[in-house]
């Protein structure tokens, strides 16, 4: 069986800019296998797109190629299998003629020709296990498949997801490290996978504690996804010896013990901080881990609203909530498992006046 996918883009009369494309479809010998048709795809639909284009060769730095026939688990809509595998299937030696078709919304369409050819030796080849498959059972591989829930587990680590997590028959690879825990870490690393494989649904993560918790403890556990420099904290939740958290993302994983709280500054010297010259505050809340849970302002007693659009830093642009005269600002801040830091401080406003420059004094020589 093949399947082949494409590397396609629209055009606007006018316009250089290139758009995506409506429709693709995939033809044997003049008879349609599959094609797919983008017309309006539901909001909670759109993490089909993984299974849509060639994911791994994307993550890899490559082009974005969009498959002609569905993986066993996509299940966006867009596809239509006019066979029953929706695949190219080649049952003798004979030449074949494949045509793929790209088509816009108004009808224009382009198309390229190939022909197909396979061997009698190679098909039987296919169809013969290697000795080494036959006798050594114990060596093949672990597959997460579309249709089935997964459940892997070894002495220190449990892994599950459900139906419907992947979209592919994905083989496990699977390694722990084997160095020793330094704190705050709680477990060993363990890695799951590598990135080139999307996940559709979030896999559980249960890691086993090198050690008992005490109970003031066991609601300060994070666990943390990591895959180069990209981390992601969760928190974690304890249960008799297990920590378990769940991402939507293969990865390193490795559970540790948070009892650090963020910490927040104001920049500014004094008792008082003036902020006369400034047309916002700003803060960037720090943490060990690098996750702010909750950010709360208030002046002088009543909340204060700062803005923050998915970055590091909370901003308050100056309005009629903060007068000109002397304020208390109390800041609160806590991590993901409830770490909380609280600050005050007392800052004032006037009408700004730029400092004069001091004229420079000329003498005269004298002759």
């Not at 680590?157 to 997590?165: D, F, I, N």
């Not at 007392?346 to 006046?353: C, D, E, V």
């Amino acid at each position: 069986q093949l399947s082949f996918a494409i590397e396609a883009f629209d055009q606007v009369s006018g316009s250089p800019n290139p758009n995506g494309i409506y429709a693709a479809s995939m033809s044997l010998d003049d008879v349609l296998v599959s094609g797919f048709r983008i017309d309006s795809i539901d909001y909670d639909q759109t993490g089909y797109i993984n299974a849509h284009i060639d994911y791994a060769r994307k993550q890899q730095g490559g082009a974005l190629y969009q498959h002609l026939s569905p993986l066993p688990g996509e299940a966006s809509g867009i596809y239509k299998k006019f066979s029953a595998a929706g695949f190219v299937s080649l049952q003798d030696t004979a030449l074949h003629e494949v045509m793929i078709k790209v088509e816009d919304t108004y009808g224009n369409h382009s198309m390229i020709r190939f022909q197909l050819q396979t061997t009698a030796t190679s098909m039987a080849a296919s169809n013969i296990a290697s000795p080494a498959a036959t006798k050594k059972t114990e060596l093949q591989p672990i597959y997460l498949i579309p249709d089935a829930p997964f459940l892997f587990k070894r002495p220190d680590v449990e892994l599950s997801a459900p139906a419907g997590a992947v979209y592919d028959s994905v083989p496990l690879d699977y390694q722990a490290d084997a160095g020793p825990l330094l704190p705050p870490a709680l477990t060993r690393r363990h890695r799951v996978n590598g990135t080139e494989w999307p996940l559709h649904s979030d896999l559980q993560v249960k890691l086993k504690v090198s050690q008992p918790l005490a109970a003031s403890l066991q609601s300060k556990l994070v666990m943390q996804r990591s895959w180069g420099a990209v981390k992601k904290i969760k928190p974690a939740v304890y249960k008799q010896g297990w920590v378990t958290a769940s991402f939507d993302d293969f990865g390193y994983f490795q559970a540790y013990l948070d009892t650090v709280a963020p910490d927040v500054r104001l920049a500014g010297k004094g008792d008082t901080i003036d902020l006369s010259a400034s047309r916002a505050i700003v803060f960037t809340p720090t943490d060990n881990f690098g996750t702010i849970g909750s950010f709360r302002a208030e002046l002088n007693g009543r909340w204060l609203r700062f803005t923050n659009d998915k970055a590091r830093s909370w901003v308050y642009r100056f309005d009629e909530r903060c007068p000109y005269g002397t304020h208390l600002l109390t800041v609160t801040v806590r991590d993901a498992v409830g770490n909380e830091t609280t600050r005050n401080w007392y800052i004032k406003r006037g009408p700004y006046q730029p400092p004069v420059k001091k004229k420079r004094s000329t003498s005269k020589r004298k002759r």
